[in-house]
């Protein structure tokens, strides 16, 4: 069998050589002036798919950034509105004990009114801030809505008690500023176990000056009431007024521990009959009113022994509540610093994340100079021969071998 090869084939094959190295070298030369050597799905199409997807996933971090730097903000200026709170409530708390000098008089008292006063207000703006964008810090998930307002000699919450949820990173969503009901509604009085008041019908100079649980497993919540049926007595009831089985009953000793159930009162001064000094569970208070209840007892004019022991017993409480609602707000304060530093390792686990996506982006897209030119040469070398055998076969006949 003889193979034969025509002069035409042999031109359509060097044709065909020459248009495969310059579509070669087009390809070449167009990924070393883009830098990019993945164009067309052809080029490599498990590639172009793993680029795509890439490209989403840094996209995604992209706005995983977004809100981590706004949720940032927003964290930190809960915390620098629960710092400015928190001297708020320590000034009132020196107030309190300026306020117990028994050498003031009612002038002197009522410049300290005055300023705790101011302070509830002071406090009222810090609870209305917003984030700068419009949003308030303390409205819960409602946006567009004042938290906080004032009316008849009580503050009422318009926000709700939801907390939105910000997605920082992949499977990873962090809590945003908290709810305002939360953080200056429902704070616990007293020692936040237990709250001791005196009674406001009290006519007598006792004072109750501590009423502590002693035993939590005796005390198991239920209110007890020291009452004195006359000036030199005392007795203990359950907060019906039944007496105590076994009855805690008496002469009272100013100063001297009553103990009942659990609780320990401590009252100093003459009570009058009828009086009486009640511990029940802590209850939850807002914080202004806390401080208008202290403002309003400290108003109270009137220098006669009960009169003292009425500013006494309210001092007293007043304080308490006021270190409570301290505490309160610290633990937030620890509560928004742990939720930042969880951002930061969110930032962080972002940062290595995108880091090596994008070099992982960058070796499946870019180009590769080095190789590029390399391959670039080849391709010229090679179109260039080819050049030459075309031109060989346009000038050689057969009779250029007879």
Do not use: C
């Amino acid at each position: 069998m003889t193979l034969r090869l025509s002069t035409a084939q042999m031109q359509y094959d060097a044709l065909s050589m020459m248009r495969a190295r310059q579509t070669e070298i087009s390809k070449y030369q167009q990924q070393i002036a883009s830098g990019v050597k993945l164009t067309r799905g052809a080029d490599d199409p498990t590639g172009i798919a793993d680029v795509q997807h890439l490209d989403h996933a840094l996209a995604s971090l992209g706005q995983f950034d977004r809100n981590s730097t706004l949720l940032g903000d927003r964290l930190r200026q809960q915390e620098a509105a629960l710092a400015d709170a928190g001297d708020l409530l320590q000034r009132a708390r020196e107030l309190a004990v300026q306020a117990g000098n028994g050498a003031l008089s009612d002038s002197d008292r009522h410049a300290i009114v005055v300023e705790l006063r101011g302070l509830r207000e002071s406090m009222l703006q810090i609870a209305n801030r917003d984030d700068g964008r419009g949003r308030q810090l303390f409205a819960g998930t409602l946006d567009g809505v004042k938290p906080f307002t004032s009316g008849a000699g009580a503050v009422s919450y318009l926000g709700n008690d939801g907390q939105n949820l910000v997605d920082v990173a992949p499977d990873t969503a962090l809590a945003d500023t908290d709810a305002g009901s939360r953080v200056f509604m429902n704070i616990p009085t007293g020692d936040g176990i237990s709250r001791a008041r005196a009674a406001a019908g009290n006519t007598g100079s006792g004072v109750l000056d501590s009423a502590q649980v002693t035993s939590s497993t005796t005390w198991n919540g239920a209110t007890l009431q020291l009452r004195f049926p006359s000036a030199g007595t005392y007795e203990v009831v359950d907060g019906s007024g039944n007496p105590l089985s076994p009855p805690v009953a008496g002469s009272f000793t100013p100063g001297q521990p009553i103990d009942a159930q659990g609780v320990q009162f401590v009252v100093s001064g003459n009570p009058a009959a009828g009086d009486s000094f009640t511990v029940e569970r802590s209850p939850n208070q807002d914080i202004f009113a806390t401080l208008q209840t202290l403002a309003d007892a400290l108003d109270l004019p009137g220098n006669t022994s009960a009169d003292v022991a009425k500013r006494a017993n309210a001092l007293r409480a007043g304080q308490e509540d006021l270190a409570s609602a301290q505490q309160h707000l610290l633990d937030i304060r620890a509560e928004t610093g742990i939720r930042m530093n969880n951002l930061d390792s969110a930032d962080a686990m972002r940062s290595a994340s995108n880091v090596a996506m994008t070099q992982m982006l960058s070796g499946l897209r870019d180009t590769d100079l080095a190789d590029a030119i390399s391959k670039l040469q080849y391709n010229m070398t090679a179109l260039d021969a080819a050049q030459r055998m075309m031109a060989r076969l346009q000038s050689s006949s057969l009779f250029d071998k007879l």
